[in-house]
């Protein structure tokens, strides 16, 4: 089942319409990334919650900190939920768009849930809690997850998995420095440590497979250097 309720730590806000939410603001050195969701796959739907449940509805919830200390989040999709069936492919939405100075970095935790939604205040406020995580020695950011995820889980949301992408702007170039997992996830294809091309050039890719709640979604990343 695709990601029920798929959360990636984050505030209620459109996946589409995230736009320069929360980018800082943009300066002669500053360079714009765009992280797209490209595809979602439902290799397996998560447990059943009755008889003859046949989709999930996932969701995700972003939660972003930036190396300037500023910290936005943002639930996607915001509006309607979004279902999913066994062996569906979700197509392409943009994720996150956000500008960086030279020497700075942002670090992303996505969040992906499967479930009931909770109201937007209530979503964002779990998306905020989750930067707890980025704070937390690898070993113990799962533990750190379910604590801030718990006022979703408790309602009956079941987490798909989570993982933490890093980007930088060094001396201008962007790079996507790391995909790393942080619950029910395994990275399939790591992004490059090249620098991150622009649209006319061939995007970075990042794959993860994610496990949780008896599922198995493979989510597919692309990161963009934008104008």
């Given amino acids: 089942m695709f990601l029920k309720t798929t959360v990636l730590a984050a505030a209620a806000v459109p996946v589409w319409a995230l736009g320069s939410f929360f980018a800082p603001s943009r300066g002669p050195a500053s360079a714009r990334l765009a992280i797209t969701l490209e595809t979602v796959h439902a290799a397996a739907l998560t447990t059943p919650r009755f008889a003859g449940d046949a989709q999930d509805e996932p969701f995700f919830l972003l939660t972003e900190a930036g190396s300037g200390g500023a910290l936005g989040s943002t639930p996607f999709p915001a509006d309607a939920p979004v279902s999913i069936r ?42 905020t809690a989750a ?91 692309l990161a963009r250097r934008v104008p």
């Fill in 86 to 127: 066994l062996d569906q492919a979700l197509g392409t939405r943009p994720l996150r768009s956000l500008a960086l100075e030279v020497g700075e970095s942002a670090r992303i935790v996505i969040s992906a849930l499967e479930g009931p939604r909770a109201s937007s205040a209530d979503e964002a406020a779990v998306a």
């Fill in 131 to 221: 930067a707890t995580v980025l704070a937390r020695p690898t070993g113990e950011r799962g533990a750190a997850l379910a604590t801030a995820l718990g006022p979703l889980t408790s309602r009956g949301a079941h987490l798909l998995g989570a993982a933490i992408i890093v980007v930088a702007n060094e001396d201008g170039a962007l790079y996507w420095r790391s995909l790393d997992c942080v619950a029910n996830c395994s990275v399939l294809t790591a992004p490059s440590n090249a620098a991150v091309a622009t649209n006319a050039g061939a995007p970075h890719q990042g794959v993860l497979e994610l496990t949780g709640a008896g599922g198995t979604y493979h989510v597919n990343l």
